[in-house]
T-cell receptor, first 113, second 112 residues
Framework: GENVEQHPSTLSVQEGDSAVIKCTYSDSASNYFPWYKQELGKGPQLIIDIRSNVGEKKDQRIAVTLNKTAKHFSLHITETQPEDSAVYFCAARKVTGRRALTFGSGTRLQVQP | EADIYQTPRYLVIGTGKKITLECSQTMGHDKMYWYQQDPGMELHLIHYSYGVNSTEKGDLSSESTVSRIRTEHFPLTLESARPSHTSQYLC???????????FGPGTRLTVL
């Protein structure tokens, strides 16, 4: 089955700095990679995703990069703001079959004002 | 905004009680999932359903059971709750023609 590893487990940055979270996956058949943000007391919310036929995707301050050969993908947040503070999860999934996500272990991001 | 709902949001119950966690979605999604989230954050799949009358166990063994009698409804039942069942339970759904998996707000279960 799929195994997703995520680093770091905690990340503290100053407001305005960039934050980078990295994930690796094991199953070369995985071809969909979403990132979720989970705030306290809430369910995870999708913030950006990427398919395996794309190397990079950007949405305002958030970008995701994918290296299929190395089987790793990263989340980049620029110009961080205090409201970016949350737990971030990467995930991987095959398009066919049960379509359930395999999650990384999460990164707690703290943006210091 | 995801149209997926979970009730109750918080539940504190004694050992041995039977409980049902409710999950419903109004998006017409065929696939639904239950994840268990550790205090240390990690999410693990415990049940999933492809559609009505279809249920399968996930990657993490769980003593809970699920049913899918209606497309929009995917309840999870524990026949006899134990302290080891204390956790956050998250319901999610997706459809065959979309990638996005939507999550409900979760139920935080505490078994005393």
């Amino acid at each position: 089955g799929e195994n997703v590893e995520q680093h770091p487990s905690t990340l503290s940055v100053q407001e305005g700095d960039s934050a980078v979270i990295k994930c690796t996956y094991s199953d070369s058949a995985s071809n969909y990679f979403p990132w979720y943000k989970q705030e306290l007391g809430k369910g995870p919310q999708l913030i950006i995703d990427i398919r395996s036929n794309v190397g990079e995707k950007k949405d305002q301050r958030i970008a995701v990069t994918l290296n299929k050969t190395a089987k790793h993908f990263s989340l980049h947040i620029t110009e961080t703001q205090p409201e970016d503070s949350a737990v971030y999860f990467c995930a991987a999934r095959k398009v066919t079959g049960r379509r359930a996500l395999t999650f990384g272990s999460g990164t707690r991001l703290q943006v210091q004002p | 905004e995801a149209d997926i709902y979970q009730t109750p949001r918080y539940l504190v119950i004694g050992t041995g009680k039977k409980i049902t966690l409710e999950c419903s979605q109004t998006m017409g999604h065929d696939k639904m999932y239950w994840y268990q989230q550790d205090p240390g954050m990690e999410l693990h799949l415990i049940h999933y359903s492809y559609g009505v009358n279809s249920t399968e166990k996930g990657d993490l063994s769980s003593e809970s059971t699920v049913s899918r009698i209606r497309t929009e409804h995917f309840p999870l039942t524990l026949e006899s709750a134990r302290p080891s069942h204390t956790s956050q339970y998250l319901c999610a759904s997706t459809s065959s023609d979309t990638d996005t998996q939507y999550f409900g707000p979760g139920t935080r279960l505490t078994v005393l």
